[in-house]
């Protein structure tokens, strides 16, 4: 009896999470929110594969300590670290926060 209660429960979550979050109703989206979703995907698409290896390589670096692995490390978080403090990406940013309408 519980096990058929459990199967129950869990198609009924199923379909439950299936379905998703409710959907908000359209709204307009202005050009500067267009613009600032595609720098975002962007940005992602540049620094997560960058963060991934960083990660990776510093796993590498604290797990199996040798002169390789920590030259991987550093030459990974240096990558990063150039990345993600770029000139461009930092006043790219700066400029959206500072739009007056994106407060609004």
């Given at each position: 009896?519980?096990?058929?209660?459990?199967?129950?429960?869990?198609?009924?979550?199923?379909?439950?999470?299936?379905?998703?979050?409710?959907?908000?109703?359209?709204?307009?989206?202005?050009?500067?929110?267009?613009?600032?979703?595609?720098?975002?995907?962007?940005?992602?698409?540049?620094?997560?594969?960058?963060?991934?290896?960083?990660?990776?390589?510093?796993?590498?670096a604290a797990t199996d300590v040798t002169p390789e692995h920590t030259g991987e490390r550093a030459g990974a978080e240096k990558?990063?670290?150039?990345?993600?403090?770029?000139?461009?990406?930092?006043?790219?940013?700066?400029?959206?926060?500072?739009?007056?309408?994106?407060?609004?």
């Amino acid at each position: 009896m519980r096990a058929r209660l459990l199967i129950v429960v869990l198609i009924a979550l199923g379909t439950t999470a299936a379905q998703g979050p409710p959907r908000r109703p359209a709204r307009k989206v202005s050009a500067l929110e267009r613009e600032a979703r595609a720098y975002l995907e962007t940005m992602n698409a540049l620094l997560q594969p960058v963060s991934t290896v960083a990660s990776e390589s510093a796993w590498a670096a604290a797990t199996d300590v040798t002169p390789e692995h920590t030259g991987e490390r550093a030459g990974a978080e240096k990558t990063a670290a150039a990345l993600s403090g770029s000139r461009l990406i930092i006043e790219r940013t700066r400029g959206f926060l500072a739009s007056p309408s994106w407060t609004s």
